[in-house]
């Protein structure tokens, strides 16, 4: 199978299926416990004690998740360091004060979370 209908009831299940192989075949144990723990449908979040943490595995997560056609966008982050490490076509420009987006329904403040110097 190389696609499914879009808007068919197990289109969700199904994508859901491909994510979880596609980081079972081409990614670590480690790997395959975030994709299953840390995705939400097409949503993927995580928070890192640092944030060359964060830059590794986001780059870990989406250079995998691309051998199964899983293209990662809209990186985002409350850490300027780790959105410009990001930055690129596919990353939301995220200002660090204000509203930055939904996520997972929620709305975030990137400043409530972001590090105080």
Wanted: with cysteine; aromatic share 8%; hydrophobic share 30%.
């Amino acid at each position: 199978m190389t696609g499914v209908v879009f808007g068919d009831s197990s289109s969700p299940c199904q994508a859901i299926h491909v994510l979880w192989r596609t980081a079972e075949e081409f990614g670590s144990p480690e790997l395959l416990d975030l994709v299953r723990t840390r995705f939400y449908m097409d949503d993927y979040l995580n928070s890192h004690r640092t944030k060359e943490d964060a830059i590794q595995t986001n780059r870990l997560v989406s250079e995998t998740l691309k051998h199964g056609k899983f293209h990662l966008t809209k990186w985002t982050s409350n850490a300027r360091e780790v959105q410009e490490e990001m930055s690129g076509e596919t990353q939301d420009k995220v200002e660090l004060t204000g509203y930055g987006g939904g996520v997972l329904g929620m709305h975030w403040d990137p400043s409530i979370t972001a590090e105080k110097k």
